[in-house]
């Protein structure tokens, strides 16, 4: 008898919902999409996939999902730990990770899940993925940091050491290799697929003993102490990670840390935005925007050019052309359910932006070659200055502050 | 004890540590009164009551003093009556009875790290004499803190770990030849490493010592020769330490001998010198004199045989044409040796600042050669002397007139060089300040200083006695030296504080009394040693009072000036400490180490390394054979600090894991209660 | 007394083997006196002090949490006390981005000589913990 699988689409970029398009279509399960879970007529079946992150008012879905499903797995790291949409619990939103609900709950994790260990674990095997470390060619020494740096510039010759030895905090420490393979982008591992449980807390603990040689503020303890202590107010260390939420915790934060008291936005995706660097902004946007993740990627990118005067070389503006155009057919085929046009649109995507996340996407360029393009250096991607402003283009329109950080983000589907 | 029992004691502890992972814990809780000074503000009734209430405690009871014999021996009868395998005792410190529980246990048969102290005085009783309630709660989440903590803890084996039957000597200067002296007698095969070509160091460039203004040739001389022919000793020079390996008890050290391209069968006769056709400045001789390119450093150098400066030869081979006994050899090539020895001591002494950096003093520079420093000037004056001991200008050969002594040199200064006060200036200014006076009457001497430092038996005394010869004292710290650009006579400017005045005095010689500092070789070979340094680059001592001869290794001790500025007596006495410290643990053949060192976890290891960095007596290494991380047992001294490092918990200190420690907060981090805490 | 004063409060505080503990107990023989919400966890060094359990502790229900360390320039261990610095200056941050005061964590030194410097710590974390209470923007316990 043939198993029942139903995909359930909560609320999320969609991404993970859309790949499982790519599911074989002839194997011993039939699939079943359920775009609004809402609505869902609750029927027994044999295998439920949730992908999305959970609100609270989701709830009622999830115990119905729990009652009539035999066995149920989370698909995508929306769906393990809230994914990235869980930074906005910082705000004030409380985003329900699926294992808390539901114990034994498989875990597919990975933003982009990859839907050939869907495939599997849907026919029983669940594989958990090699150690990233294991998985990247960099070596690491781990000597202490005298400096922490925010970008570091893209070049033939510089991959063996690790980017954390090189002053630039990457969390493939706490992280298993997921499908989507940042550090291949010359782009650090932000631990889609943690390797522990608190990978956060684990990584600020690591990273933070790793930069022991960054100056650290003392003050004197008044009263009859007469000795120091931490000083309260800003230091090198603190200069050095501008975003401790969004850099260790960016798939984590619902799970290992309170909901947040910062006032909201009143729009989720915003939430998320704000408070995040420059500098992350290209990979939250490839992280996030789902269908239209490639026109909000690059307006946010080409806002910026525009206010500084970056020129960007005629090769890049043509990967642009095409990657926007990628997009439109990958909604298309979105829309119309068309497995084969989805394929064919996300190889291309791969092909040009490295990933599903677009990692390999920055500003002036690209951080990683393309294969078969020519020379790197005419594309290589630019390092930017950090600039307090407002910035719009296409889409997009935000803020930043002196240090650089997302202060306000809004972005309207064209 | 015999092997056999020592086998049998071995084989109980592993027993011990397995059955500790089947049973249940058995845990006994001993609230101890202290008298008045726990009981008369912690209820401790209460606290036993409460005790009771937790998991796997088979045993509670409180005492008047649970220190005493009577206490001792209610403990040990709970042990084997109730068949506790673990005990908490809460009363004092564990510094002060924490060793004496443990001791009580370890007679019952229990190892002794199965005990858990609990401070419920110092820590409670003591501080909260107003809160009797709130020290009542305190203690009770105290104890169950200990309970949760004890559950976990596992035996720690105390192992023996057999030493190297040798010890290496690094410098054989004062230092360096008294330890290796002192080890030797012992009976213990002792290497000395010696950079130079030749041994004695900075003594042995000396005319007088103070205060007696004895002749430190001849002092030093029968340690120069009983060191050198000594049959325990095997005294390497033109050698340096270029990597050590392994801990204490057993390191593997690896020499380099650099060539001497002088064969064995040298007699000394120095035919090659003398026809030598190459002349350099002599180190030896502080730049006082030349010295040529095949040399001997001065003539009663022990090894007494030459050597050949490759940097300055010009491969006439004219040496090696004349000797008689065909001893040069240009083949002669760069050997490195590996020396394994069980304990190390470091005595590679001190360099003499360079005042050239203190531009007012124009030490070095053109028309100010009469500006020389104290080490010099005891180069000039020294039996067989380029001066033939006359006190001569380096100018123009003639006899001074006028000498000045400036103090503190690259010493107590915020500027340059250094903020401490060397510490013997004082004496050995105020000492040849004497010999110049006592042999030219007719000069006139003074110093220049900030203050006259002369602690000890004797040397006020001496001061007194320079006074006396009419050798002037002037307080102040001069600005400059001034040279007249026609007559080229120097002048010392400085103000006498005392009376105010400022001076402008007539120098025919100007002397400088440098600082003692950091030998410059020290920054790679601390590194290779993996000692410590302190901001001024001394190697800094264990503890700054208890414990001046042990460095922050283990098995590495210190001996002399390169632990800090000090005069001979006081390296002379070091070195004796530091030989004792170091022959103890190969006369007794073993060390004991607790083996509290943590575990690694492989599968969530990712060999990141930072462990390693974070390592503060650098005990763990990547093993070069598979990769993996690894820990050295002997070096480890349970701090901790590689816990925190782990970005995975892949490393865990055996009882301090973070799973025990966790166990330990959830008792305190809330109001105690009946059954007390489990932490999820 | 006002409820802010009379509530029971429960600060855990790590203290180091050599100059926080050998503080603590100097304060214990001198009789200097110290909030009773103050409970001491014995560590080897506060270099061994890990975020993971400073926010344990807070899970469980402890109102603040303190390190005490050595003096700076003084570990035993060479650094761990500026190693335990950085990270809970991070973890400072980490509560403020959450909209959360970063005042219920510390990093302290002490002598182990001199007991007041300890309790001048205890001192400090108190009157911190206290001010945040009333700013109103202590974490939650039990997340």
Sequence with gaps: MTTTVSIFRFGSCEKCFDETLLLPTDSSYAVDRVDDPAVWAATDIDVAVVTGYLLPSDKPTIEAIKEHAGQVIAFGTCATSGGIFGLASAKGTEIVPLPEEITGAVEVSGCLGDWFELHEAIQGTVSKGKKLCEACKRKSTCKFLSEVVRQLEPGAGEDEACFNDRGFACSGYVARQCKEKCIDQFTPCRACRPLVDHPGIHMLSMFGTLMANVEVGTEATGGIAGTDKLADGPDDVTRSVPDVSGLFFRFSLPVEMPVGKVPSSGNILSDVFAGRPIEELPLIAGMLGGRSAVSMQLDIIEAYEQDMGIEVPGAVKDYRASLREAEGQLRAAVESADAAAYGAATELIRKIAGNMNLSRVFFGGFKAEIPDAGSFDEYKAKIIEIKAGTYQAGGVAYTLDGEGKVTEFTWSVN | MTEAEEETELVQETEQVEDAGKKEPRIGVFVCHCGHNIADTVAVEKVVEYAKTLPNVVHAEDYMFMCSTPGIDLIKKAIREEHLDRTVVASCSKTQHGPTFARAIEEEGINKHMHQQVNIREWCSWPHIKDKDGATEKAKQEVEAGVNRSRKLEPVETRQISTTPAALVIGAGIAGLRAASDLAALGVRTYVVEKESTIGGHMTQLNKTFPTQECPQCSISPLTNGVAHDKNVTLMTMAQVKNVEGSFGNFKVDVEISPRYVKDNCTSCGDCSAHCPVEVPSEWDSGMSMRKAIYKAYPQAIPSTYVRDKKACIECQTCVNVCPAQAVDFSQKKETKRIEVGTIILATGYDEYDPSEISAYHYHQDGYEDVITQLQLERLLVAGSITNSQLLRPSDGRIPRRVTMIQCVGSRNDQVGNKYCTGVCCMFAIKNAQIVKDAYPDIDVAICYIDIRTPGLNNEEFFKKAQEKGIKFIRGRPGEIQRDPVSGQLYVIVEDTLSNTPLKIKSDLVVLSAAMVPPKSIGTLGSALQVLRDKTGFIKEFHIKMNPVKSSRDGIFLAGAIQGPKDIPQSVAQAGAAASLAAAPLVRGYIEKEMLIPQIDYDLCVNCGLCISACSPNAIYRDAADNKVKINEISCKACGLCGPACPTAAIQLKNFRDDEIEDEIAALAVAPREGGHVHE | ?143
């Design chain 3, 1 to 143: 007394m006002s409820e802010n004063e009379s509530k029971k409060r429960n600060v855990v505080v790590f203290a180091c083997n050599e100059c926080g503990q050998g503080a603590m107990n100097t304060a214990g023989v001198a009789r200097i006196g110290y909030d009773t919400a103050i409970k001491i966890v014995p560590l080897q060094c506060s270099g061994q002090a890990n975020p993971v359990l400073i926010l344990e502790a807070l899970k469980d229900g402890a109102d603040a949490v303190g390190v005490v360390g050595c003096c700076i320039g003084a570990c035993h261990f060479v650094n761990g006390n500026m190693l335990s610095m950085h990270r809970i200056k991070l973890m400072k941050k980490l509560f403020k981005e959450l909209g959360y005061s970063d005042q219920q964590i510390n990093h302290y030194t002490a002598r182990a000589a001199e007991g007041e410097t300890a309790v001048g710590d205890f001192e400090d974390i108190m009157v911190r913990l206290k001010r945040a209470e009333k700013e109103g923007n202590t974490l939650p316990g039990g997340w």
